[in-house]
């Protein structure tokens, strides 16, 4: 099915471990997003990529790092997972400017202990 | 900064109810998204407006340009519309980032 692909769904880590979620889209879209969602907070910007080969930081980027790897595919790296990264991750994509839809994936539920 | 503010945060109603879930943003828009997630799950989009009214089936949904207001209608509700509705905006003037309410979750009881 066309739309967007997050791996992994779960993961559970130690404090201190590293991990990358990935990220792929096969809608030809030029920008793409991680957000994290946390309850009563909403979804929260972490990084993005306006189109292939740029990132920029978002809301939350901290302890986060990114690769815009093609124009498909956009992961996610936390370098040294603390408890306070436990959160539910989306990937996002829309096709340019503002004003089309935005895609998620399906969500990423990581818990850090 | 833009702000999206929706009201309620929290709702819950009786299966057949009739439903609004509003939204108010403060700046220009290019376009105004409902999305749609269910417990435990994904995000999907229900509708992306920029002027009007759509509809699709039960659901209903409705911008004021003028006065930077969205409503959200489910007619006669039914409980597989339990989850949370979040209306998101994408800002006029190029920007790529969209700005997202906190949710509005909704309880449908049989």
């Known amino acids: 099915n066309a739309g967007v692909t997050q791996t992994p769904k779960f993961q559970v880590l130690k404090t201190g471990q590293s991990m990358t979620l990935q990220c792929a889209q096969d809608?030809?879209?030029?920008?793409m997003y991680w957000y994290r969602q946390d309850p009563g907070m909403g979804l929260r910007l972490i990084y993005y990529?306006?189109?292939?080969?740029?990132?920029d930081k978002g809301e939350v980027p901290n302890g986060y790092n990114v690769s815009r790897l093609n124009k498909r595919e956009f992961s996610l790296r936390l370098e040294s997972a603390a408890p306070s990264q436990t959160s539910v991750y989306f990937c996002?994509?829309?096709?340019?400017?503002?004003?089309?839809?935005?895609?998620f994936g399906e969500g990423s539920w990581l818990t850090v202990v | 900064k833009n702000e999206v503010e929706q009201s309620p945060q929290n709702l819950t109603a009786q299966e057949g109810e009739f439903i609004t879930i509003n939204c108010s943003y403060s700046v220009g828009i290019s376009a105004l998204h409902w999305l749609q997630q269910h417990p435990g799950g994904g995000i999907v989009s229900l509708f992306m407006?920029?002027?009007g009214k759509k509809k699709h089936g039960r659901l209903i949904a409705t911008i004021n340009i003028q006065e930077k207001h969205s409503s959200l209608h489910i007619t006669a509700s039914h409980p597989r519309d339990s989850a949370v509705y979040i209306c998101a905006v994408s800002p006029s003037g190029g920007s790529y980032i969209p700005t997202f309410g906190r949710g509005t979750s909704l309880i449908v009881h049989p």
């Open positions: 407006l920029s002027s």
């Open positions: 996002a994509s829309f096709f340019g400017f503002s004003g089309n839809t935005i895609y």
């Open positions: 809608m030809n879209h030029n920008s």
């Open positions: 990529s306006a189109s292939e080969g740029t990132t």
